[in-house]
């Protein structure tokens, strides 16, 4: 790649529009799920098989389901996409407020911060 393509792909990157929201991931043969926040739901699903392969989750419990059922028992769910918010600090406020929503609702243990 030249340099100049390489610049323009990386400034695309990091103007790209991220979608911020609540999922659910969910251990099919166990039954077990868990849920957490993201601010960019496109790319969570990527970040949680990254860490749960290299053993590096630090869900214990998750992460022993992972080591327990494979990669092709896990599926993840969107359960709400936030609106855009340009103000980071609001993001996370209001990410926070729907993970408890959600977790009051279903009842499912949370991941922990996974939203950074």
């Known amino acids: 790649m030249q340099t100049e393509e390489r610049k323009a792909a990386i400034a695309a990157y990091k103007e790209r529009k991220t979608i911020a929201g609540i999922y659910l991931l969910r251990c099919e043969p166990s039954g077990q799920s868990w849920i957490g926040r993201a601010t960019d739901l496109a790319s969570i699903e990527n970040r949680l098989r990254f860490t749960l392969r290299h053993r590096s989750h630090t869900h214990r419990g998750l992460q022993a ?52």
Do not use: N
Request: a negative charge; hydrophobic letters at 40%.
């Open 65 to 116: 389901a992972w080591d327990a059922h494979g990669p092709d028992a896990f599926r993840l769910e969107e359960l709400e996409r936030l609106e855009e918010e340009s103000l980071a600090y609001i993001r996370d406020r209001i990410l926070k407020e729907r993970l408890g929503h959600w977790q009051g609702k279903l009842g499912q243990e949370k991941l922990g911060v996974q939203a950074i």
